[in-house]
């Protein structure tokens, strides 16, 4: 196996994907550092509001050197850049820091990567994707004017693949359905493991809008909250052209949260990010609109309803991992 | 994400995935160097007869130092070792070597890698699993007779996951049934692509035996050969309880094939690796005495036959990788 470039930002794509939809309304991104091509560290952004990609693996490539840093217990941003300022001493140098996103260049809910990256200069630094985001570009810019060695364009198709809710998000709607089956496709009973549940409601505390058919609310009279998680509910909308449901049902009963009952798509487009749970129906209905789906699979053969038989659709493979024993599929409609 | 003796074990244990099967007699391994803490190369045995996962991996770690050294024209095991023996100039000193499985002891197709290893004397081997074959093993005792540090059982499980169709067809016979079906387990008509049909003709060319289900060859009139990498069409066993057939069908005349007609599976005791190919009627006779399905699935949703609707059978994922845009996944029955 080759290991080059391509290599080492494989590593810091696979490493955000973990993180993918629950960055929202951040971006997934990963970063990797080599130092004199050793590797020092993988890590991610994580969550909005939590530092990015660079400062984590930035931190952790400085424990490598000095575990007993009392940089261990500096979390937030602010205080990692600040300390990683005053402390680096040339340390990253010799490094190459390979990140999957163009280092932001701007100073939001965290000061500016760019800005760091360039006081700490690294003899170089490789991008897969330029941002796209007219705000916070510009990265590439400002290490490129502190004479650092910026190559762009590395994995550039997957790293678009990774960047591509965000994308979506940033200038309308991304809309993903929620699926969990067994290998031969059936839907029946309970397919998923307790970490895939957890995974689940991990994803719900994210959205703006979960989207769920009219015949799954009245059949399995569902909670759909982020219990597991103690996490927030979603805003719920119930697709469906009969307004008259059960009020009883307990997903009508959870606090600060808003149901719709409507049958119109288009108020998808007013939100930015859409999760779908649902079945064969809603999926038919949907199938133009979706730009993901996220697919649980479960190990093993079941005797059951498979959900999708009547559909044909096409999809690339575009990120896959596992959640325990089971497996997560991220798939995008061709 | 942590950097640590398994997550280059990891590296190591996923290309020897990527051979698995194809290595037949041999075991599947893989091997990973570094070099000053720096990656150098991530190889695996390929094929019976050709070098070992250690050697492929140390020419590799050579060639990055010396990329126009001669060694890159030797090809043979036993021209890497005698050039290593003679040019290695303490190279390796500094070395950490992690292999999936105990170095062999043996000289057999090709020279013992334990005796090269404590020749090259690495700072460390790390060795995933020990040696399960009585003539090969002692590799490890060698190296420590040398001085040489060995660590044992890191990533022992997957290790052993790699390792099990070597263990079963070492003692006995390893059976695996190949699949190939879409996203939601359909089956109809060509489910997979081009390239997937080429891996599993090497399968083919590899296996003692396959087996397939009379009703198959009666509908399907298959030919079963292994044309598209022209290679050696394999036995044949067809389970069918009525013993008559259309000499006309192709696989009947494939030259230098054997073809057995029977319903007594314990004549699959008689071969060491078994490949199964058929659906449902198959699957349900013999899901006690499969050992793998090797799944290939296809990122498609069709309309059409679920094979396995009938049967409830839970697995392990011991692997899985991609076959171009297609998944391939090795499944193990708990």
């Known amino acids: 196996m080759k290991i080059d470039d391509n290599f080492y930002m494989k590593l810091a794509i696979d490493e955000a994907w973990k993180y993918q939809l629950l960055t929202y309304p951040n ?19 994580k969550e909005a509001g939590m530092p990015h990609a660079e400062v984590n693996a930035l931190k952790a490539a400085y424990l490598i050197e000095y575990p007993n840093s009392i940089l261990k217990m500096k979390n937030s941003s ?37 800005n760091l990256l360039k006081e700490l200069k690294p ?20 290490l490129k004017n502190f004479n650092i060695d910026v190559s762009l364009g590395c994995m550039k198709k997957e790293a678009y693949n990774l960047l591509y809710p965000f994308i979506k998000w940033s200038s309308g709607t991304f809309i993903f359905y929620k699926m969990a089956q067994t290998l031969n496709g059936c839907i029946d009973g309970t397919v998923s493991s307790k970490m895939s549940q957890l995974y689940v409601h991990t994803l719900r505390d994210k959205v703006d809008l979960m989207l ?23 805003n719920i909308m119930i697709y469906s052209k009969n307004k008259i449901f059960d009020n009883n049902i307990q997903l009508f009963k959870v606090p600060n949260r808003q149901v719709l009952i409507s049958d119109d798509l ?20 949907l199938k133009e609109k ?14 059951g309803i498979n959900a999708l038989n009547d559909i044909n659709i096409d999809f690339e493979i575009v990120h896959e991992n596992y959640l325990g024993e089971e497996k997560i599929i991220y798939l995008k409609r061709k």
């Open 27 to 45: 971006p997934a991104v990963g970063c990797v550092i080599l130092k004199d091509g050793k590797l020092l560290s993988i890590e991610a952004h």
């Open 290 to 303: 979706i730009d993901y789906i996220v697919l649980i699979v479960s190990p093993k053969i079941r005797n």
């Open 266 to 285: 288009f108020k998808l487009l007013d939100y930015k990010l859409v999760m779908v749970e649902g079945v064969y129906n809603l999926m038919n209905i």
């Open 212 to 234: 769920i058919g009219g015949n799954t609310v009245r059949i399995d009279k569902p909670t759909l909250d982020a219990r597991y998680i103690a996490g927030r509910a979603p």
């Open 78 to 114: 602010q205080d990692i850049h600040t300390f990683l300022l005053e402390n680096h001493n040339g340390y990253f140098n010799d490094c190459e820091i390979f990140v999957t996103l163009e280092p932001c260049n701007h100073i939001g809910k965290t000061p500016s990567c760019a």
């Open 123 to 142: 003899k170089r630094v490789i991008v897969a994707h330029e941002d796209i985001n007219k705000v916070a570009s510009g990265g590439i810019e400002t």
